[in-house]
Nanobody, 125 residues
Framework: QVQLVESGGGLVQAGGSLRLSCAAS????????MGWFRQAPGREREFVAV????????YYADSVKGRFTISRDNAKNTVYLQMNSLKPEDTAVYYC??????????????????WGQGTQVTVSS
């Protein structure tokens, strides 16, 4: 049973940057796509980004395209989310998740089989 632990969240001013990390243990990491989702208070969890098992293909939500970059290091069983030019509307709890397949545009929560506990990102104006 894979376990996912996110880190790197915090409080940042608008325009700033954060890098989130998600470390996997207890299961297979390199054979699956990995994704990031976020959930703001009172809103549904939404897709942010996904990267395929090789790290060579990634997709982003329109709201973060050009500002966020997803990457992975399979040797370290870790996936990252570099967030630049942060906006107050990026404030949310960010979750990493392991996909049920190796790749593809996995935008739905139902396409993921394991989730981390989340890390809070707060962007002040």
């Amino acid at each position: 049973q894979v376990q996912l632990v996110e880190s790197g969240g915090g409080l940042v001013q608008a325009g700033g940057s954060l890098r989130l990390s998600c470390a996997a243990s207890g299961g297979t990491f390199g054979d699956y796509a990995m994704g990031w989702f976020r959930q703001a208070p009172g809103r549904e969890r939404e897709f942010v980004a996904v990267i395929n098992w090789t790290g060579l293909s990634a997709y982003y939500a329109d709201s973060v395209k050009g500002r966020f970059t997803i990457s992975r290091d399979n040797a370290k069983n870790t996936v990252y989310l570099q967030m630049n030019s942060l906006k107050p509307e990026d404030t949310a709890v960010y979750y990493c998740a392991r996909g049920l397949t190796r790749g593809g545009l996995l935008k739905s929560s139902s396409e993921y089989g394991a989730w981390g506990q989340g890390t809070q990102v707060t962007v002040s104006s």
